[in-house]
């Protein structure tokens, strides 16, 4: 198993990766969020990697961190979720916000990712939710005590006014982290999530 690589970045796609490791060139499949922040060719860079076995062939994974990379693990482990479904989860929300969707059962936010159908979001929760759970892995004072019913009414109601449901979902969650009151009314917390959002 390769756990780490450390080495010169000689190639760069939104995509993959090209790492050369004392002149053996190792090609990675990445998340967006890894290709963001990995740096530019000719960087040192060190990636966390999970090598894919197939019967035809071997795949290789780069992740800019450990979470991204135990995440992307817990995914493929869900029947049906392949690597590349994996992948476009994390590119296309943070890891504490796929956490959280998976830990609240917020099966809605998780389909509002591409790629994600109904069917396959609440296979995530009901594979995954205890697990997370058990590990520890949801994000530590990020959990508040608001009603899941005021949460959601504030989550439609900045959808009502055009913004996405990752983008509304992010934004609530900012606010209750720096303050749980916020969450008492739906009112309170639409107008307290606007000023994120904007």
Request: proline fraction near 2%.
């Given at each position: ?6 080495g010169r970045l000689i190639e760069k796609s939104p995509t993959s990766l090209v790492v050369d490791v004392n002149g053996v060139g190792y090609e ?11 740096g530019n060719i000719d960087d040192e860079v060190s990636l966390f990697t999970v090598l894919v076995v197939h019967e035809d062939n071997m795949s ?139």
């Open positions: 198993m390769i756990y780490r690589l450390t990675m499949n990445v998340p967006l969020t890894t290709y963001d922040t990995i290789l994974y780069g992740f800019g961190s450990q979470d991204e990379r135990r995440l992307f693990k817990l995914l493929i482990s869900v029947t049906g979720i392949g690597p590349r479904t994996a992948l476009s989860l994390l590119s296309s929300a943070n890891v504490a916000d796929i956490y959280e969707f998976i830990a609240t059962s917020n099966s809605q936010a998780l389909t509002s990712i591409p790629g994600i159908g109904k069917k396959t979001a609440e296979r995530l929760v009901l594979e995954l939710r205890d697990k997370i759970h058990r590990a520890g892995m949801t994000l530590g004072g990020e959990k508040t005590e608001v009603k899941e019913e005021i949460r959601g009414e504030a989550v439609d109601a900045l959808v009502a006014l055009g913004y996405s449901r990752l983008q509304c979902e992010r934004a609530i969650r900012e606010v209750l982290k720096r303050d749980a009151s916020a969450g008492n009314t739906v009112e309170q917390l639409v107008r307290s999530a606007l000023k994120e959002v904007k």
